[in-house]
């Protein structure tokens, strides 16, 4: 599975914190060549199972179709992919119309994701996203007219900002688009954000627990009754589309990132590149025993599939394993435990206290 990160954006929106610059048509070519460069020298270390492309960022669709073209080209030992995703912004797909995205289908691309977040224009533009809801609603219009059978919609919740009847809208919304897949984040003030100088300058207070476990039993609610199949912590699918390239990541699967700050894990190594568009280089930590039990356990419990009993009974104390059997925080699912869904908004607390 590869992922290449794309990392350019027409604007910051002030919750993220992700590596990624405002392009130009000299700056995308420069990447192209550096990406081509980095896929030759690196194709050995691609494994093709699962045969997963995914174009992540930053936002991929700021590139013209033509750097499209030759990134994909670069990788055409490796088609056809099974699932290939790209990320999108409504107000690209929108802007540049049916050609663009007809153009993305010829490459191959099977799957889009669009980084919708809500359909309250007040939000919208408090987040400085350069969409509207009804651009939104447009762009998904237009890949569906394009023949796009697997979308993904982006939400977040837990924006203090942000009331109920906004929230339960964007829901309803979303629930009638009925995109295959939807991932729903909750917004958290990150390190080098807009949103967290403005916190510490008064601006903006976080919501409280309280809040953001309503807006996510709000969401749970909504979307199981819509058909969604709530198959991680943060994503709902409904049946036969859940994501082939993020399950992997969530079982561990060996994947290469390409791009400056992807990641690469190989089941042993993980690698990641800087974040210096002009020439990235690589570092890389070996994953100790107890890293490696530690994120297994963590990425599995995220998940409604849960993990292995045997696996948690051998990495974890019986006496945290009983108690959380006897508190109802996991549950037998044959020779499996999972967190059931009530509880999921307070998964990490429950990992915590078996590792
Ligand atoms: S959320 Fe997406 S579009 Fe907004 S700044 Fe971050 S990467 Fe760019």
Not at 317 to 331: F, I
């Amino acid at each position: 599975m590869i992922y290449v990160h794309v990392p350019f954006c027409g604007s910051f929106c002030t919750y993220c914190d992700f590596y990624s610059e405002i392009g130009s048509a000299k700056a995308y070519e420069r990447y192209a060549d550096s990406l081509c460069e980095e896929i030759d020298r690196r194709r050995g270390e691609i494994r093709m199972e699962p045969s997963t492309l995914y174009f992540g960022g930053g936002t991929p669709s700021v590139l013209p179709l033509h750097i499209f073209s030759r990134i994909v080209s670069a990788l055409q030992d490796f088609a056809p992919f099974g699932e290939f995703t790209v990320e999108a912004n409504p107000e690209d797909i929108r802007d540049k119309g049916a050609e663009y995205v007809l153009g993305l289908k010829s490459l191959g691309v099977n799957r889009m994701s669009i980084g919708v977040q809500s359909f309250d224009d007040a939000q919208l533009r408090r987040m400085n996203r350069r969409h509207d809801a009804a651009g939104a609603m447009e762009a998904f219009g237009l890949l569906r007219d394009c023949g796009f059978t697997n979308i993904s919609l982006d939400l977040i919740f837990g924006d203090s900002t942000m009331s109920e009847d906004s929230w339960a809208e964007t829901l309803r919304l979303a629930a009638l688009l009925h995109p295959e897949h939807i991932s729903c984040y909750q917004l958290t003030v990150e390190g080098d954000s807009a949103l967290a100088r403005m916190k510490a300058e008064g601006k903006y207070k976080e919501a409280t627990d309280e809040a953001c476990e309503k807006q996510y039993k709000m969401l749970c609610k909504a979307l199981g009754e819509a058909g969604y199949r709530h198959y991680e912590i943060s994503n709902f699918a409904l049946p036969g589309y859940e994501a082939v390239h993020n399950s992997a990541y969530w079982a561990r699967a060996p994947y290469v990132g390409l791009g400056p700050s992807a990641h690469s894990f190989d089941g042993v190594h993980r690698r990641w590149n800087s974040k210096d568009l002009l020439g990235w280089t690589a570092e890389e930590e070996i994953l100790s025993e107890e890293d490696s039990v530690v994120e297994t356990i963590m990425l599995s419990l995220r998940t409604a599939s849960g993990c292995e009993a045997s696996y948690l009974k051998k990495h974890c104390g019986a006496e945290e394993l009983e108690s959380a059997l006897s508190r109802g925080d996991l549950v037998e699912a044959g020779k499996r435990l999972r967190i059931p869904e009530e509880r999921f908004f307070v998964s990490d607390a429950i990992i915590r206290d078996l590792i």
